[in-house]
């Protein structure tokens, strides 16, 4: 019975621990764009609402947190 139970431990254990890991191989790492240029890529020109606002390629970064073409 101690087996048994050893063995389904270890099982969701090691089946967490591969979760976790592919959660982060998955995460994607966006930079920063500089403000009063224009972004050469998509990046993050700070935050609204709590999210990352995201300027894309060609499009102006402002001290106002704004994003313009």
Known sequence: MMKTITVAFL??????EMAQARMVLHR??????ALGSAAAATCACGTAAGKALLCHKGQWCHTSWSCTS
């Open 11 to 16: 099982v969701i254990a090691m089946s967490a």
């Open 28 to 33: 994607h790492v966006i930079p920063a764009c």
